[in-house]
């Protein structure tokens, strides 16, 4: 891990701890670090075109970007 890694390592790891989830919400999804402090929120629509008129994404791939979020600290993580 260079320097300049870690030392974003723990700014991440100091604001927004480890580990991240996700959490759904009326209307899409929510990301959630190790505090409850919500990070991102991603909304989308059940259909395509609702989604498509709404210009946000359709459910599922509001949930595939939030898990993708979710899973941001994990490449971060420091040895035990």
């Not at 991102?40 to 059940?46: I, V």
Request: net charge positive; aromatic share 8%.
């Amino acid at each position: 891990m260079t320097a300049g890694a870690l030392q974003v390592w723990l700014t991440l790891a100091r604001r927004f701890p480890p580990p991240w989830s996700v959490a759904q919400t009326p209307g899409g999804f929510k990301v959630l670090d190790a505090n409850g402090q919500s990070l991102a929120y991603l909304y989308g629509r059940e259909t395509k075109a609702d989604a498509d008129i709404a210009k946000v994404p359709i459910m599922d791939e509001a949930r595939r970007i939030a898990s993708n979020i979710g899973k941001v600290p994990e490449p971060f993580m420091l040895p035990d």
